[in-house]
């Protein structure tokens, strides 16, 4: 980690993500307060939903934009000052009137969109300035800064309106964090440039998704099918958990010796913890284990968890599984980013990671409204049964390891 820390290069990346998580994750909250505010509540706050998962789905095609950019830090920089001056025009216009909701979800779009090019941009450039035994850890380290940073921002954001109403300062507030994060980019660009690789695109843009969605498949092990699938899947179990375990701490009151705001949150800081414990260690128990491995024990044990549920035991057991899963999750994307790195080249390393935001955002609202929507219309049950049937089901997914690649 020490190492890690003295590379400027990095150093540079991380700090200007943080502000800009801050950003992000500020303004996002501050939206759907402005949203929830309007005369059409319902309406607003839904779009305002839709429009935060879009740019998440259309990471496919953008990570096709960001591989094909040469001169990555440069736009890196660029895009990051155009975030903070639509953010500051935003500013502009709600000088005059708050009534500017579409434009400001329009405006959070966009910025979005940029923030996922932007950060598809900045892989590439880990690659090349982070040495391949360290790569894992960077990627941790890296992916730990949203994970402590956005409930930060978001409660900055629900304090600061709730105490002002200004949605003018909040718009300036946000343009300022982007701005900040610019100029770390521009004191550091010197150690960001790098040479970029000549590869060849050929001439069918279908052959070149195909390629890398092979090198995927190679990397993992893993037919592509079942890869991609299993991902989807237990991403879907994974997000729902939270909404679940809500739900069932507020019907089985008895299982906690807390309050059920107590234990909320401290399944929360569960999750927390695991997580950057999981995406930070290296060294551990796990250090060898392959993507297929962490996935099924990910799978095995969110299988447990829900027994646990069924069996209506302690909450300890809850809090140990959670933990678990959360540890082990934790280690999946530093680990799987890291074996892209060593293995493919800086566009198709953006082209591949494009591919895994799309599906792991596709993911995310079919847990939350399959899984976590069913509970109160079907009942405990049958959710938790379902749960453990598609645990079930990614375990047999990813361990067939014989299929067939893409045909070109």
Request: no cysteine; aromatic share 8%; hydrophobic share 55%.
């Amino acid at each position: 980690m020490i190492n890690l820390l003295r590379n400027k290069a990095f150093r540079g990346l991380s700090l200007s993500t943080f502000f800009q998580v801050i950003g992000i994750s500020f303004f996002n909250i501050v939206l759907l307060l402005m949203a929830k505010n309007t005369k059409m509540p319902s309406f607003w706050v839904s779009l305002v939903s839709i429009a935060t998962v879009l740019p998440g789905i259309t990471s496919i095609f953008l990570g096709r934009i960001s591989g094909s950019i040469r001169n990555k830090t440069k736009w890196v920089i660029l895009l990051t000052l155009t975030q903070s001056l639509f953010f500051g025009l935003l500013a502009i216009l709600f000088f005059t009137t708050d009534q500017y909701i579409a434009v400001a979800i329009l405006v959070n779009l966009l910025s979005d969109i940029i923030g996922i090019v932007i950060s598809l941009m900045k892989m590439p450039i880990i690659q090349n300035k982070v040495s391949g035994e360290n790569q894992q850890q960077a990627m941790g380290l890296y992916q730990s800064i949203s994970l402590i940073i956005e409930p930060v921002g978001q409660a900055i954001g629900v304090s600061y309106i709730m105490a002002t109403h200004n949605y003018v300062v909040g718009s300036i507030i946000n343009a300022v964090t982007f701005l900040i994060s610019a100029f770390i980019l521009f004191i550091h660009r010197k150690y960001l440039t790098y040479e970029e690789k000549n590869v060849e695109d050929g001439d069918n843009h279908k052959i070149k998704i195909r390629a890398v969605l092979n090198l995927f498949s190679d990397i993992t092990e893993v037919p592509i099918f079942n890869i991609l699938l299993s991902i989807i899947l237990v991403n879907a179990l994974g997000t729902s958990i939270d909404g679940i375990l809500n739900l069932y701490i507020l019907d089985n009151p008895t299982v906690s010796p807390f309050s059920f705001g107590t234990t909320i949150l401290l399944i929360n800081i569960t999750f927390v913890l695991g997580s950057i414990l999981g995406s930070i260690t290296v060294n551990d128990i796990l250090k060898k284990a392959s993507i297929k491995t962490l996935i099924t024990l990910a799978a095995s044990i969110i299988f447990l968890l829900y027994v646990v549920l069924l069996l209506n035991l302690n909450v300890l057991l809850i809090l140990i599984a959670a933990f678990s899963i959360t540890y082990i999750t934790g280690k999946v994307n530093p680990k799987l980013y890291a074996l892209l790195m060593k293995n493919s080249d800086s566009k198709s390393l953006s082209i591949i990671l494009g591919v895994l935001n799309s599906v792991l955002t596709v993911a995310a609202p079919l847990g939350s409204v399959i899984l976590v929507g069913g509970y109160p219309i079907f009942g405990k049950l049958p959710i938790l049964l379902l749960s453990m049937v598609v645990s079930i089901a990614v375990v047999i997914l990813i361990q067939k390891s014989t299929g067939s690649r893409l045909k070109k």
